[in-house]
């Protein structure tokens, strides 16, 4: 059985509009899909570092992720640098998580808008 290591997990999503509900929901989703395709409980979890671009700044994507288990996990959130034509209303995700799983078989996710961001990373 393989050791336990330290690895980080990527992936983001956009928002419809800029809306506390938006924000909320879409985080949501964006991290349970990443625990579920990756197999991990938020014991599992390290620190999670979240960005939003400067259209999306109606809540906290951290508040967001403490309504649904996160809330004894390091959470921080910062923006985005603005790039120009980089893809509007985007969250963007980095989970520090441990792990059996090699990082080559690791499962990074995005979601509506940024489906096509990062397509180098494997799904």
Same mark, same amino acid.
């Given at each position: 059985?393989? &050791?336990?290591?330290?690895? !980080?997990?990527? /992936?983001? *999503? +956009?928002?419809?509009?800029?809306?506390? =509900?938006?924000? $909320? %929901?879409? *985080? %949501?989703?964006?991290?349970? =899909?990443?625990? #579920?395709?990756?197999?991990?409980?938020?014991?599992?979890?390290?620190?999670?570092?979240? *960005? @939003? +671009? @400067?259209? !999306?700044? $109606? &809540?906290?994507?951290?508040?967001? !992720?403490?309504?649904? /288990?996160?809330?004894?996990?390091?959470?921080?959130? @910062?923006?985005?640098?603005?790039?120009?034509?980089?893809?509007?209303?985007?969250?963007?995700?980095?989970?520090?998580?441990? *792990? %059996?799983?090699?990082? #080559?078989?690791?499962?990074?996710?995005?979601?509506? /808008? @940024?489906? /096509?961001?990062?397509?180098?990373?494997?799904?």
């Amino acid at each position: 059985m393989a &050791t336990p290591t330290v690895r !980080a997990l990527r /992936g983001a *999503t +956009t928002v419809d509009r800029d809306s506390a =509900e938006d924000i $909320s %929901q879409r *985080t %949501q989703e964006l991290l349970l =899909e990443l625990m #579920e395709r990756n197999g991990l409980a938020t014991d599992d979890v390290i620190s999670i570092l979240f *960005t @939003a +671009t @400067a259209d !999306a700044v $109606s &809540t906290f994507p951290a508040t967001a !992720a403490r309504s649904i /288990g996160f809330g004894a996990v390091p959470l921080i959130c @910062a923006a985005e640098i603005p790039v120009p034509g980089s893809t509007p209303r985007c969250i963007r995700v980095m989970l520090h998580v441990m *792990t %059996q799983t090699p990082r #080559e078989a690791l499962h990074h996710v995005y979601l509506h /808008g @940024a489906n /096509g961001l990062n397509d180098d990373l494997p799904r």
